[in-house]
């Protein structure tokens, strides 16, 4: 069996308290990196350099946002569908998920700035799942169903592959990608993740896959084929997502919800943002296209 490297000791680089921290992506417009509070409702941007951070709760979970390469503030994936965040607050244009039965989650830009989404059950009913993509220009569509708890995407540097995480069933997928019209093959598990949930995720130029392990204490990456190649241990016992920064750095988003007093005594710093250096860069991730 090949030797898993450790990818370096993570620094803390924003200290926060959120509930779940997730979908961290970086702003090429101001350099800030964006991310969210998921259940609160919270659009947070952090400037890295001066450490501080600007927050707008608007009132919904949520799952994501994604700079807009034209119109101002953000494309989001929220509870009940699709929108987008500026000066105005919420703008809920695709009202996709109406009711209180399903939300969205986790969600990323393709290379071509259309928006890719998961939808899930908020009990996790199993196969409740589905994978939306929403351009802006008209309604969403699902292009993908039978999922649990659909959550960190990315594709492959040559734009040839989709990848999925199903958190609950522990499993990375992948599908073939056809980028010019955004249609996705069928998902077939990559690899299975072993101690805790594969959270978000983030694809480097060498085609490997960064994972968020919930309930691992840990940031794993993972070969095109799905082997274990290195380990990033977090002080903290719930990562939920990570991107990379320009210069090949990794952030990492982390979470305290459902952790104990004694879990919070033991890691304080759950619900902050960590990072590490890499030897890698990211696959760039795209503005959303409107």
Known sequence: MPSVASLGIPDLVVPASASVGEGPVFDRRTGALCWVDLMAGRLHETDLDSGVTSTVTIGMALGAVAPRRVGAGFAVAVADGFGFVDAGGLRLVDRVLPGPGHRMNDAKCDSRGRLWAGSTHVDFASGAGALHRWDGR??????ARGF???NGIGWSPDDTRMYLVDSMSGDILAADFDAVDGVVGEFRV???????LPDGLAVDV?????VAVWGGSVVQRYSPDGVLLGECRLPVSQPSSCAFAADGTLVITSARAGLTGSDLSAQPLAGSIFAVATSTRGVPVEAFLE
């Open 206 to 210: 060498d085609g490997c896959i960064w």
């Open 190 to 196: 990559l690899c299975r993740v072993g101690a805790g």
């Open 138 to 143: 008209g309604p969403s569509v699902v292009v």
């Open 148 to 150: 649990t708890l659909p």
